[in-house]
């Protein structure tokens, strides 16, 4: 069996910053590319960034250099770093894990961007 779990999640001011981490465990064999997605209230669970097993990147345009995914892949984890949050920034953030040719999915971590 395997598990998938976010963590660093918070409450945050605008222009603040939070570090997710994301840690597989279980029956794993090999661990392929991992990404985050988010979903904001009301709107459908959007791609944020992925990294793959080499270190590769991809961004979602919004980041707009505000976020740098990571990965250590001793540890079977993933780290969002997120600076200059933004009151839209605000949502639920799911890390997606490709584990043995099945993707894997969190529960999830709060992220609110708030005064």
């Known amino acids: 069996q395997v598990h998938v779990a976010e963590s660093g999640g918070g409450l945050v001011q605008p222009g603040g910053s939070l570090n997710l981490s994301c840690t597989a465990s279980?029956?794993?064999?090999?661990?392929?590319?991992m990404a985050w997605y988010r979903q904001a209230p009301g709107k459908e669970r959007e791609f944020v960034a992925d990294?793959?097993?080499?270190?590769?990147?991809n961004y979602a345009d919004f980041v707009e250099g505000r976020f740098t995914i990571s990965r250590d892949n001793a540890k079977d984890a993933m780290y969002l770093q997120m600076n200059s949050l933004k009151s839209e920034d605000t949502a639920v953030y799911y890390c997606?894990?490709?584990?043995?040719?099945?993707?894997?999915w969190g529960q999830g971590t709060q992220v609110t961007v708030s005064s």
């Open positions: 997606s894990t490709r584990i043995d040719l099945t993707t894997y």
């Open positions: 279980g029956d794993i064999f090999r661990i392929g590319i």
């Open positions: 990294i793959t097993t080499g270190g590769l990147t």
